[in-house]
């Protein structure tokens, strides 16, 4: 796509999650987009097919966004513990600082039918592969309980911090869900490695050695 | 509520837990509700206001009978941990035994935004609230770390077993959601108790006394 193209899209889909964000995605019509966008109604239909293809667009771009985000955090790390540690605090950051795109993903998207059932949502499903790559990679390296499986724990945490994120939309964003993530990763940290962790640390000192 | 008139709404309910299960809760008609509950259309107007109330009905009656289960099973245990292990194989076996309520709960609830956002869910909160119940119970008698915040953990885990138990549904069913609960459970125990578990023993032995 052009660079002049792709910025128009852009412009759009940026429109578009403020719409749905102010009147919700059943109650947004796309005239008020364009009038967003400041560009012609039909302009809409050159980039998106419908309503439900711009929804589907916010979150693939957004998806695209925090998978290369999150790969060039989780980099910086070569512990797969602080690799999790930072995915979570990075997945919560996120949300935090797009308050619109975290209305947008967390309430309008989960009442699309057509995106729940006939969406094969492969930037999400790459974006959740990077938590189950880590978890096999701490488990290569013995720091991650074997009997974890990185399937099962990848949709346990994305399940954990979607409906944090979710209650902290609801709540009309009263609290730090930045805060929210230490403890969510203390929590599944201390249940997935295998040396006990700081806390687990102090907690095996009192264990007697004949324990 | 006289007891022939509890039991025709009970019947009505179970009539439109199917067809939503069938075709979608956008797609059903009350007409179609009616003809499965054996009812005249009319008849459903007594009992409910729309198609909206009887979905939010479905899911009322469903929290009022886990909210009975869960506290009666959860009382067998006295080790709050125990509980707790009770709580998620539970939620999961009542998913897996009743697939259509399942759907229902995981697939069209979520859809709607009436729901979402406007329902005071009483029941739904009530439950989630014996997970924190016994959250602070276990921090009183020591077992369970003083750190963890109640309210974050009822959310996390109803957040992990709901994203579970939605991709059990979206996959048709395909494995079992009771074994993943164990799996779950491992996870979520071990992450919050402050003795050691099973796991955790045999690795606190391996950790040399002067650690």
Chains 1, 2 share one sequence.
Not at 115 to 136: C, D, H, R
Not at 148 to 154: D, G, L
């Amino acid at each position: 796509m052009a660079s002049r193209s792709k910025d128009k899209r852009q412009k759009i889909i940026r429109a578009a999650t403020k719409v749905f964000a102010r009147h919700g995605f059943y109650h947004s019509k796309v005239s008020e987009i364009a009038r967003e966008a400041e560009v012609a109604d039909g302009t809409i239909y050159l980039y998106f097919k419908n309503k439900d293809d711009l929804l589907i667009s916010i979150f693939e771009e957004s998806m695209d966004q925090f998978l290369t985000l999150t790969r060039n955090e989780i980099e910086k790390e070569t512990d797969p513990l602080a690799k999790l540690r930072r995915f979570v605090r990075l997945h919560m950051t996120m949300m935090e600082k797009n308050p619109r795109l975290a209305e947008v993903i967390q309430v309008e998207l989960r009442q699309s039918s057509k995106f729940l059932k006939e969406y094969k949502n492969v930037k999400f499903l790459e974006y959740l592969q990077v938590v189950a790559e880590v978890i096999a990679e701490g488990q290569r390296q013995g720091v991650i309980h074997k009997e974890v499986s990185p399937a099962v724990f990848k949709r346990m945490l994305f399940g954990a911090l979607d409906e944090l994120a979710l209650q902290w939309v609801l709540s009309k964003r009263r609290y730090s869900l930045a805060d929210v993530a230490g403890q969510v990763t203390d929590i599944f940290l201390q249940g997935i490695e295998v040396t006990p962790s700081s806390r687990g640390v102090a907690l095996a000192s009192e264990v007697p050695p004949q324990a």
